[in-house]
T-cell receptor, first 113, second 116 residues
Framework: GDSVTQMEGPVTLSEEAFLTINCTYTATGYPSLFWYVQYPGEGLQLLLKATKADDKGSNKGFEATYRKETTSFHLEKGSVQVSDSAVYFCALTYQTGANNLFFGTGTRLTVIP | DAGVTQSPTHLIKTRGQQVTLRCSPISGHKSVSWYQQVLGQGPQFIFQYYEKEERGRGNFPDRFSARQFPNYSSELNVNALLLGDSALYLC???????????????FGPGTRLLVL
């Protein structure tokens, strides 16, 4: 079945450090891939997405490239800020009848000044 | 434009009770999906509705039901509550059910349900 595996957390970084959060997926077709972010006490916000192989999604300094050959969609940011502290979820949607998202377990990021 | 709205924000119930959660999608969006997020885990898909019809259902018991109204708002009902139903319930909307290019779902802030 379809699934998403995320890097175990929590991750703690100093401000301005480089961030990578790994995400790999299993899908029987050609999914679209997403990163969502959840700030404390809030719902999910879309961070970026990619809909086909080799697409790069980017937003607010974050980026991720859809790698079909390695079935990966790793999230990166060159210089994190304290305000980036949140839980990050990798997700895919498989293009069948239902428009449902499959989520990873989430990775908690804490950025310290 | 207003985003997805959900009510109530918090709810406390006891085992065996029934609960109804409400969701209003983004204006113009016709599809609503419900997810359950247990603490420390990723959201799990419960239902999707499009044009008032159920288009998808996750692996949840029949105690969970939902419906969508002509104005595209939606309700999620859970009967005979169990302690394990304690979670954040998220509603998401999108404009079409089929999305060959991976249409985005936009999430509301959620309803936090505590079952005692």
């Amino acid at each position: 079945g379809d699934s998403v595996t995320q890097m175990e957390g929590p991750v703690t970084l100093s401000e301005e450090a480089f961030l990578t959060i790994n995400c790999t997926y299993t899908a029987t077709g050609y999914p679209s891939l997403f990163w969502y972010v959840q700030y404390p006490g809030e719902g999910l916000q879309l961070l970026l997405k990619a809909t086909k192989a080799d697409d790069k999604g980017s937003n607010k300094g974050f980026e991720a490239t859809y790698r079909k050959e390695t079935t990966s969609f790793h999230l990166e940011k060159g210089s994190v800020q304290v305000s980036d502290s949140a839980v990050y979820f990798c997700a895919l949607t498989y293009q069948t009848g239902a428009n449902n998202l499959f989520f990873g377990t989430g990775t908690r990021l804490t950025v310290i000044p | 434009d207003a985003g997805v709205t959900q009510s109530p924000t918090h709810l406390i119930k006891t085992r065996g009770q029934q609960v109804t959660l409400r969701c209003s999608p983004i204006s113009g969006h016709k599809s609503v999906s419900w997810y359950q997020q247990v603490l420390g885990q990723g959201p799990q898909f419960i239902f999707q509705y499009y044009e008032k019809e159920e288009r998808g259902r996750g692996n949840f018991p029949d105690r969970f039901s939902a419906r969508q109204f002509p104005n595209y708002s939606s309700e999620l009902n859970v009967n005979a509550l169990l302690l394990g139903d304690s979670a954040l319930y998220l509603c998401a909307s999108s404009s079409r059910q089929q999305r060959p290019q991976g249409e985005t779902q936009y999430f509301g802030p959620g309803t936090r349900l505590l079952v005692l």
